[in-house]
């Protein structure tokens, strides 16, 4: 299978519905001149905006009118440097007037190498209202052959005149299932993808974490210190004194350090509940209420050494 086909696939298995309705718009011609994308980190927002921008300047497209994806146009794309495509990034707090105005004066030109431009504005929900309201007034008079995608989590902070003039496409959540067989396709192993697929249900970040050394020697100690705890043995104490604190310095490995816990517990439980051993699910029950209560403990500023050690002890006594 080509890598065109590979990559529509994906699309088609991770975000049908709104895949298909695109497909669809390109094949008949009728492409909306503004789309808003709305769906959590990770569930292919992004990558389907830039396919979208693929398919507006491709230079080699297919009878349905899909891009070729390795066309100089759609290289370029995918790497970030085209002229006529312009990326509004998520790095800054807010996304200020000051830029949409410069935005709206450079479309307002004609494109460096067609006609055609594509505007994509990540995380659209930053614009403040000032923001809102200068991109109201281009998408109520929008320039011919200019293209506006819009990625949000958090639809309801925008404007509902901004909504109402764009084509509103939602994007589901990544199920468990659907998304550990994502990491696998992907040549994840697959206790990994797994425990990832427990952990988050942003792709993207799944990918990022298995990529990690960091991460991976990170889910070790985790995996080690569990066992520890599942048999209830002391030296899971000297174990987080030498082979924890001493490594989780930041917050947010601390707190992911617990994550991974709950993860691994959480399977754990489950395959218990799938044996039928009521005794012992209830057991595990009582310590991912615990491992969960430890989470909010560590996020009031709690010191990440009492909090391990008070959920050992309460391990302990389930």
Request: with cysteine; charged share 25%; aromatic share 6%.
């Amino acid at each position: 299978m080509v890598e065109k086909e590979v990559i529509e696939q994906k699309f088609l298995s991770l975000q049908p519905q709104a895949f298909s309705l695109l497909s669809k718009n390109i094949l008949k011609h009728r492409l909306s001149h503004a789309y808003l994308f709305v769906g959590e980190s990770g569930v292919g927002k992004h990558s389907l905006a830039k396919w979208l921008a693929k398919a507006k300047l491709c230079t080699n497209v297919d009878e349905d009118g899909k891009p070729c994806l390795i066309c100089n146009q759609c290289v370029r794309i995918e790497d970030g440097f085209h002229p006529d495509v312009y990326i509004v990034g998520t790095q800054a707090q807010s996304i200020k007037v000051e830029q949409i105005r410069a935005l709206k004066k450079e479309l307002s030109c004609s494109g460096f190498e067609s006609r055609q431009k594509v505007v994509i504005i990540q995380a659209a929900d930053k614009m403040n209202q000032s923001s809102q309201n200068s991109l109201l007034k281009f998408l109520e008079e929008p320039n011919c052959g200019v293209l506006i995608i819009l990625e949000t989590s958090s639809a309801a902070r925008l404007l509902p005149t901004i909504i109402s003039r764009m084509q509103v496409l939602k994007f589901c959540e990544l199920p468990v299932k659907k998304l550990k067989k994502h990491l696998l396709n992907h040549g994840i192993e697959d206790r990994t993808a797994a425990i990832l697929s427990g952990l988050t249900n942003n792709f993207e970040e799944a990918i990022s974490l298995a990529e990690s050394e960091d991460f991976l020697n990170l889910l070790s100690l985790v995996q080690k210190w569990f066992y520890l705890l599942e048999k209830r043995d002391m030296q899971a104490f000297i174990y987080v004194g030498s082979n924890l604190v001493s490594v989780m310095k930041k917050k947010k490995e601390q707190e992911l350090t617990l994550d991974l816990l709950r993860v691994l517990w959480q399977q754990k439980m489950e395959m218990i509940v799938k044996s039928d051993a009521d005794s012992s699910s209830l057991q595990y029950a009582k310590g991912l209420e615990k491992i969960l209560e430890a989470k909010k403990k560590l996020q009031s500023n709690v010191s990440f050494q009492n909090v391990s050690e008070q959920l050992i002890l309460k391990i302990r006594s389930c």
